[in-house]
């Protein structure tokens, strides 16, 4: 992927946040369970968008991680700000560390359009998007697992 480790969870951690919570503070614990999000790295790339603006967090009784607004008022583009800096997506893409319009690498003509594009689908790609594509495949899921428990049941019993 294009992304650190810290934005990649950030980005399923707040999609998994949007899709459960519905404005009401979740604990982590609850919100890793049934994923394969890592709590401990999770509780601080969540510490990080705290700071950031992006989320709200309360200790004890009650308490938990949401959203610090609406998840369609929330871009990937923020999350990716959050975390790895708004200048992620401008680097050189073969490293060079001065490379732009006036100074360009061999591969700057050819990557320019693939950034604009990259940076257009993460600044209008909201959470609220990520959460429904999430829903949908979850319930995806669940049907094809539920037709497949109910095949092999069939397949068990004895033909009359």
């Not at 950031?52 to 610090?68: M, N």
Request: a positive charge; one cysteine or more; proline letters at 4%.
């Amino acid at each position: 992927m294009i992304f650190t480790s810290s934005t990649e969870y950030a980005i399923r951690g707040m999609t998994e946040l949007a899709c459960r919570s519905a404005g009401e503070p979740i604990m982590l614990d609850e919100l890793v369970a049934g994923t394969t999000l890592p709590r401990d790295f999770l509780a601080k790339v969540f510490q990080r968008l705290v700071k950031g603006g992006l989320l709200r967090s309360a200790k004890g009784r009650g308490g938990g991680f949401r959203l610090a607004r609406p998840a369609h008022e929330i871009t990937i583009m923020n999350i990716v700000e959050v975390i790895d800096g708004p200048q992620l997506l401008d680097e050189c893409v073969i490293g060079l560390e001065k490379c732009n319009d006036q100074m360009p690498c061999a591969q700057h003509d050819l990557y320019k359009p693939i950034r604009q594009r990259l940076k257009d689908y993460l600044a209008t790609t909201t959470l609220a998007d990520m959460a429904a594509s999430l829903k949908s495949k979850q319930s995806w899921h669940q049907a094809r697992a539920t037709a497949t428990v109910t095949v092999r049941a069939r397949s068990r019993q004895p033909k009359a």
